[in-house]
């Protein structure tokens, strides 16, 4: 019996060994290769990364490059629009983004701040839903609140777990045991990243902070992922009580400060999570 994570990032599908098809599993490891670290690679990194033999990359690069999902100079593969449609397909018929969109807008338009919906894929957190303002100064030198995906968001953006207000979240939904194993691999690894000079990355530390939000049920990150943000976040849990996502909501210390992040947008997204609840 072999098992993988479902599309949703969220639960182990069980597969027995001989349904299992290698070579979709190894051009998918391949196609997963490219990120925003390595953006272009050749057969021997894309080998590397999908840990497969290079013979098997090339073949896997020049079918995909074939089939439309990736783009080439002869010596280096890069990502085309085509992978796009599995993003696209996604958001436009999952039931988890389309049920939370229209009340991230509803918070949105209320404080004039910027939410957002994310899932647990692996040791990142995937922004699945998106609403909200920036401010910037309008022509009379004002503040005025411009609808944008402030700090450089935007839908599909990945999120390293550990930094995040979501990724804490989602990691507290996790058994303590679970939540043992994430970060020890993870620090083994070295890839705790101090992404600020707030960023969490000792490991004991991590784990208590983890423990904290599954007490509390929120989580507030400071400045951990991108200096200047706070970012408070709740779960979304369904109706059998499994926490399917999270919510945040991402504002500068100019704006709010964290005691008043939890004073008068805590009460707001428990609200919105008991709401969506019925939906999920």
Known sequence: MVTFKTVSGTGIFPIAKAD????????????????????????????????????AARRHLLTLTHLGYLETDGSYFWLAAKVLRFSGSYLATARLPRAVQPELNRLAVQTQESFSAAVLDGDEVVIIARSGFEWKSSADGKAAPTRVLAYGMHLGARLPAHATSTGRMLLAAKTK???????????????????????????????????QVRLDDYCVASEEHELGVHALAVPLRDMQGHTVAAINVVTSPQRLVADTLR??????LLDAARELRQLL
């Open 20 to 55: 299992m098809i290698e070579g979709m599993a190894k051009g998918m490891a391949v196609l997963e290769s490219f990120d925003t670290q390595r953006q272009r690679l050749n057969a021997t990194l894309a080998a590397e990364r999908a840990g497969i033999t290079r013979a």
């Open 177 to 211: 045991s679970e939540v043992n194993a994430w970060v020890k691999a993870k620090s083994q690894a070295g890839d705790l990243a101090r992404l600020t000079l707030h960023t969490t990355t000792d490991p004991h530390k991590l784990k208590a902070l983890i423990d």
């Open 263 to 268: 004073r008068d947008l805590l009460p707001l």
